[in-house]
């Protein structure tokens, strides 16, 4: 029989269990941490690669927890929706298949069975065989995979060594990481580099070079040519007596000239202040 209060209790029982566990391994797995560190320090490769596995389930677990934790908020947050609709809602659809699901692969959290039962009792025992084969792909992606029973990714492996090294400042580096980006970088000069040089080795042609009738042409355009006749502009008139006219002056010091607007307001104001 579906009891609400009791259903309401568990969830918050789960809540805690959750949070308590939570700490737990977090303050366990720096402790494993640091023993890796050491064994790496004193050369066990092998023995740090064995052990730093479970810490990555471990890794994995705690944060499975935090979800579920999340979902039971949610379902709290929203216990209205269980309360008055005999059916599954969909605004709690995903929370309550997702703890059903996980609830026989969570053992330290026995108040998920309970909460599962009240599921079972509220809605029928097949949504729950539906919830627990994840028939209608409601359970959430992201805990199937972490609650998966299976070795971690060897890559994965390494880059957890490498940080604890690092963490712990012990100097280390991961030798397999090492070959394979030698390899990635020796298949990237080998194949990337010169591939278009080898594809097509027939195409690279010297820079083409203008002929001397070309050149010349050009320099026609920039430079008129001293053939032209030169046009002798009239000389201002001006107040000086008349100078000898010379074919090339020499650079003489700039003066300012007296037709000049702004030599001329210059003076003007000069003789203001006077």
Known sequence: ???????????KLSINRLK???????????????EIATLLDKGKEESARIRVEHIIREDLLIETMEMLELYCDLLLARFGLIEQYKTCDPGIAEAVNTLIWAAPRTDEVKELVSVRDQFAARYGKEFVLNALD???????????????????????????????????????ESSILAAEEESDEDDDSSGGGGGLAEAYPAQLEPPLLADSASQQQEQDLVSPPSSEPTIDLPEIPSSMPPTVK???????????????????????????RK
């Open 134 to 172: 994840n028939v209608d792909h409601v359970v959430n992606d992201r805990v199937i995979t972490k609650l998966q029973v299976s070795a971690p990714d060897p890559y994965l492996v390494e880059r957890y060594l490498e940080e604890i090294a690092k963490s712990y400042d012990v100097m280390w």
């Open 20 to 34: 308590m566990l939570q700490a737990k391994k977090t303050s366990l797995s720096q402790h494993q941490r640091r």
């Open 246 to 272: 010379r074919t090339a002056p020499a650079p003489a010091k700039p003066q300012d000239d007296p037709n000049d607007f702004d030599s001329l307001a210059k003076r003007l104001e000069a003789l203001k």
């Open 1 to 11: 029989m579906f009891q609400p209060n009791k259903l309401k209790v568990h969830l």
